[in-house]
């Protein structure tokens, strides 16, 4: 039964008992002298003792349905709370509620207030552990590199350094001759060079030196020093003390990393010079060597060097230009612009 039905029930039950006792008071107050004056006297061409009873049930049913009309409105509301608490949404609203009303729609206030806390420290949560989850897969592949890195170090490289020298003792014994034997010792020799340079390149990938809070000028120095011990490479480098955000100089110092593996690994250069100013609001990081170069529109797929530093450009809105020539060498720019910020605005 609805709102409605019920309480046009109630006002017509109502509406009975009060004409009853309305009835029995005006009968005790006025007593007719004769009970067929009750019929006879007619009202609307209704006999009187039909005129109150029906008025009596006409104003309870009305009261009663303006009643249950009411109520139906408050309970609809109600519900609309409650299904707002349920989707998160907050309770309340312009609504005007009875004072029979207005205790649940607080209770509900509150309710939906505690599940909008607690579904703000459950997203955190998820947050948090993921945060969690990715700092300790980073910190077990940064371990497992280092870890890959130390054994081939200790192993391969020890191996490749101990036949190159092999290598160059036995041609530099042998006479000077251009058989095909002396030949197949010399490219043995190139061979195991090149291995060492790309065990070397790897050796930056698997365990790259970090700037770890250093200036990113110091960072730079200590890898092209630990490259000149390494490698028979003339470097050259011209580093300007720049103070630049962490984050920047974290990207730039990947940059520098990716292109000086990329030159070991392929270049076969005899020269590499680093440049790092400041000009203009810019600041400029160039790398060239040398070496034999190769065309910029020929990238082999799945090379993604030069994808990953575009990308690491864009990350701390550099500009990235490459420019190559076969037998003649590369050079890497990237332009980073310096935005001041305003401390008393920031």
């Known amino acids: 039964m609805t709102a409605v039905k019920r309480q046009m029930i109630v006002g017509i039950c109502f509406s009975l008992v009060c004409l009853i006792l309305f009835s ?15 019929w006879n006297q007619q009202v609307w061409h209704l006999p009187f003792a039909f005129i109150v009873p029906i008025l ?19 309970l609809v509301i109600v519900s609309d709370t409650l299904d707002g608490a349920m989707q998160g949404k907050e309770a309340g609203g312009d609504n005007v509620y009875s004072c029979d009303v207005q205790p649940i729609i607080n209770r509900t206030q509150q309710i939906s207030s505690k599940i909008n806390e607690l579904t703000q420290l459950a997203q955190q949560a998820a947050n948090d552990k993921s945060e969690i989850e990715e700092k300790a897969i980073q910190k077990i592949v940064s371990e497992e590199r280092n870890r890959l890195a130390r054994e081939l170090h200790d192993s391969v490289s020890q191996q490749l350094f101990a036949a190159s020298m092999l290598m160059s003792t036995i041609n530099e014994l042998r006479p000077v001759s251009d058989d ?43 890898l092209l020093l630990e490259l000149k011990q390494k490698v028979l490479l003339n470097i050259n480098a011209t580093i300007e003390p720049i103070k ?6 974290d990207q730039l110092f990947r940059i520098l ?19 790092f100013i400041r000009r203009e609001g810019f600041v400029i ?14 990238t082999k797929p799945g090379s993604y060097g030069l994808q990953n ?30 935005i001041e910020r305003d401390e008393n605005n920031d």
Do not use: C
């Open 257 to 275: 990393q990716e292109t000086v593996s990329n030159t070991l690994r392929h270049a076969k250069a005899q020269n590499l010079d680093v440049l």
């Open 180 to 222: 095909m034997e002396s030949r197949q010792l010399k490219l043995v020799e190139q061979t195991i060079h090149q291995s060492q340079l790309e065990m070397r390149a790897l050796f930056l990938h698997l365990r790259p030196v970090q700037l770890h809070g250093k200036a990113f000028k110091q960072g730079v120095e200590e």
């Open 244 to 249: 630049l955000e962490r984050g920047i100089e």
């Open 285 to 298: 990081l160039r790398v060239t060597d040398d070496g034999v170069g190769f065309k910029a529109q020929a």
């Open 309 to 338: 530093m575009k990308e690491r450009a864009a990350q701390i809105g550099g500009q990235i230009k490459l420019v190559s020539v076969p037998d003649k060498g590369t050079s890497l720019e990237i332009k980073v612009p310096i």
């Open 24 to 38: 029995s008071v005006f009968f005790i107050a006025f007593p007719p002298s004769k009970w067929s004056l009750l």
């Open 56 to 74: 009596a049930l006409f104003i309870g049913g009305v009261a009663g349905l303006i009643s249950g009309l009411y109520w139906r409105r408050q």
